[in-house]
């Protein structure tokens, strides 16, 4: 490749003679196949979830050549990884780590900060490096997805022992989903509480390994080693005993910018011997307030073993339809039409869908404290994937609650032509007046933008989240609330665009006015939620601010994650 013409972006503050430098020495570090100068707009192709890019979001609700790539780079080795981070320094070119980039929804692969240069470390450095039967845990590269641990299993005839949890989709990587603290849905459904051990690239190049990773396991007699560091095997007990001595550390690298990951534990569920999902269909959309209150009890007490969903009818629809099968309006779907849907799908205004796991002694006795319980809720019915014989969303979610990697939920992305989305991830008390006033809250605004509620309350174990993405409303769980509403727009579509950005900028303000906050979010908007978590006159970020500049004094790795700008990239000159 030729290093001579600049990108389409320069990092801010580099002229072209020092990129082109940093360049030429990168290439030499990895090799010319696995570095990518992103020169035009000719360069900047939407992908698929398939085929992820690189270069900027796949689903830009900004302008497509905003959050854009200078370069991209493939290291295939932790000391190229360390390479490439003394390189960033001595230049000072800003880096933007991904695993796999399918953060769709919270913006994929796509840098922060224009012009960084994104490190795929997916591509090549993709080995499950141990699964242990008797541990129940995996030790993971970055590039190593849901499914891909999934066939790892079976391969190996693993399956019957050890259990995976994956989000919706499978396609993530198991350490990228983990550090933006995704979630899944069988009980090991809280991806970092059950990770274990971390192995990171300091912005300095130098390599640490957190908890009992940084107490040396003695060489076994006989064994060669080749010398890298990298290489040593980690401690018996690094991917055991997730704390270690001393202050626990593995937080600051989780939404954070200071640290690459390049190697992670994550448990694994043992079989729990027996297995069964269910769905039980709520008929009126005020159902969810007494929904939510028969939920957090059963969840405490852990009846409710796994992260249960409380899904909204749009939600389901779009998997089995687009909204042209539905309606011939453009507008907000009306409730008479819900309720139509409804009938057509044989669902509910809201499906809850959940999982038994134990022998048939034990699945038998939470079933029937379950459904005594959920019988309250008028017009309930309850459905296990035998009963239903055309395909449904429960013959998903039946995968999904066992960990078996799946791509089904994808098609709610395309409700309107051109879909994408944005998520919109509100944490809550899990009680039905808080359900209900947040569910008021986020549809009303959804409506007002032009766009159909789709989402979800998933329950965790104190609070609920609530999804949202423009035009659907999605929410995962820990009990906590989450609620996911899930945003879906015309990418094509600059109004649709805007709405859909206007949109979540106001329901973050609406929330954060009834003292609700987000856990997660898109790039766009990570300065916005950054500067609602402010009590005390902002100490969380003073906080995270002299820890950045502390450990990232050149500021290279990462400058805006999460709202945390360095010295280096003022936050007053690059916020949003
Ligand atoms: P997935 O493909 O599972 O959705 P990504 O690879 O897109 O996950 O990672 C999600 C986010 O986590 C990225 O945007 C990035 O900010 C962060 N991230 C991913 N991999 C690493 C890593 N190895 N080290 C540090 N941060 C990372």
Not at 158 to 169: A, E, F, G, S
Request: charged share 20%.
């Amino acid at each position: 490749m030729t290093t001579n013409a600049g990108p389409l972006v320069l990092p801010p503050g580099t002229t072209k003679e020092t990129f082109a430098a940093f360049i030429h020495e990168a290439i030499r570090v990895v090799g010319p196949d696995n570095v990518t100068v992103i020169r035009s707009q000719n360069d900047l192709k939407d992908g698929t979830y398939e085929n992820p890019i690189y270069t900027h979001d796949i689903y830009h609700v900004m302008d497509k050549d905003y959050m854009i790539a200078s370069a991209v780079i493939l290291p295939g080795s932790v000391p190229e990884v360390q390479e490439i981070v003394r390189l960033a320094g001595k230049f000072q070119i800003p880096l933007w780590p991904t695993s796999i980039g399918r953060n769709v929804g919270y913006g994929g692969a796509a840098p922060r900060l224009p012009g960084s240069v994104v490190l795929n470390l997916g591509a090549r450095m993709n080995r499950v490096l141990e699964v242990s039967v008797e541990g129940a845990y995996a030790l993971v590269e970055p590039g190593v997805t849901f499914a891909g641990l999934y066939d790892y299993l079976v391969k190996n005839n693993l399956q019957d022992k050890l259990w995976i949890d994956v989000p919706d989709i499978g396609g993530g990587s198991v350490l990228g989903n983990t550090l933006d603290r995704g979630v899944g849905y069988t009980p090991y459904g809280d991806h970092w509480m059950m990770h274990c051990g971390l192995e990171v690239v300091l912005p300095t190049g130098e390599l640490m390994r957190t908890g009992m990773g940084a107490l040396p396991q003695p060489p076994e007699k006989g064994r060669k080693h080749s010398g890298r560091v990298d290489e040593e095997p980690g401690n018996k007990c690094w991917q055991l005993f997730p704390y270690g001595f001393g202050p626990y550390n593995d937080g600051l690298f989780s939404q954070s910018n200071l640290g690459i990951v390049t190697k992670m534990g994550i448990w694994l569920m043992p079989n729990p011997g027996g297995y069964q999902s269910y769905l039980i269909t709520l008929p009126r959309e005020e159902d969810l307030q007494q929904a939510v209150d028969i939920i957090r009890p059963l969840r405490l007490q852990m009846v409710l073993q796994n992260v249960p969903t409380l899904r909204h009818i749009l939600l389901d629809a779009g998997v089995l339809g687009r909204k042209k099968d539905y309606t011939s309006s453009n507008g907000p779907i009306e409730d008479a039409e819900l309720d139509t849907i409804c009938k057509k799908l044989n669902l509910g205004r809201w499906n809850f869908y959940g999982a038994l796991y134990g022998p048939e002694p034990t699945r038998k006795a939470l079933w029937s404290v379950i459904k005594t319980a959920f019988s309250a809720i008028k017009g309930a019915k309850f459905f296990f994937p035998e009963d239903i014989k055309e395909y449904c969303v429960l013959h998903v979610r039946d995968k999904t609650l066992q960990g078996i990697p799946t791509f089904d939920e994808l098609k709610w992305v395309d409700w309107i032509p051109n879909g994408a989305h944005l998520f919109f991830s509100p944490i809550s008390k899990v009680t039905g007046d808080d359900a209900m006033l947040q569910y008021s809250v986020t549809k009303k605004r959804v409506r007002e933008a032009g766009f159909d509620f789709i989402g979800t309350f998933t329950v965790g174990l104190r609070e609920m989240r609530e999804y949202s993405s423009y035009e659907f409303l999605y929410m995962p769980l820990i009990p906590s609330l989450d609620h996911i509403v899930c945003i879906v727009f015309d990418r094509n579509d600059n109004d649709s665009k805007k709405r859909a950005h206007g949109l979540i900028k106001t329901l973050i303000a609406d929330c954060a006015a009834h003292g609700w906050g987000e856990y997660r979010t898109h790039l766009a908007l990570m300065d916005q939620i950054a500067e609602t978590y402010n009590w005390n006159e902002n100490i969380l970020m003073r906080f995270n601010e002299s820890i950045k500049n502390a450990i990232d004094p050149k500021g290279i790795l990462a400058p805006g994650k999460s709202g945390v700008w360095p010295a280096a990239y003022p936050k007053s000159v690059y916020k949003l």
